[in-house]
């Protein structure tokens, strides 16, 4: 039977790593989460060797006085 549940793989990472990633994010213009996400996908590539990965995240935003949420889907 297929389910839902996946497996769950936790990293610390120093926080000399973590400065790097946001000088990198900011140089970009893009957020921390926006370049985790991106180093994701290149490994999750390089793991399977497809093309075409489609990743599902939750993002959120207060506008004003209204809560926004929505599932995003990348690829």
Do not use: C, N, P, W
């Not at 990198?24 to 921390?32: D, H, P, S, V």
């Amino acid at each position: 039977m297929q389910t839902s549940h996946g497996a769950q793989q936790s990293i610390e990472l120093s926080e000399a790593v973590i400065k790097q990633l946001k000088a990198i994010a900011r140089q970009q213009g893009i957020t921390l989460f926006m370049l985790l996400l991106a180093a994701f996908q290149t490994f999750l590539y390089r793991y399977t060797g497809q093309d075409d990965i489609a990743i599902g995240t939750q993002l959120s935003r207060l506008d004003g006085e209204k809560f926004f949420f929505k599932l995003y889907r990348t690829r």
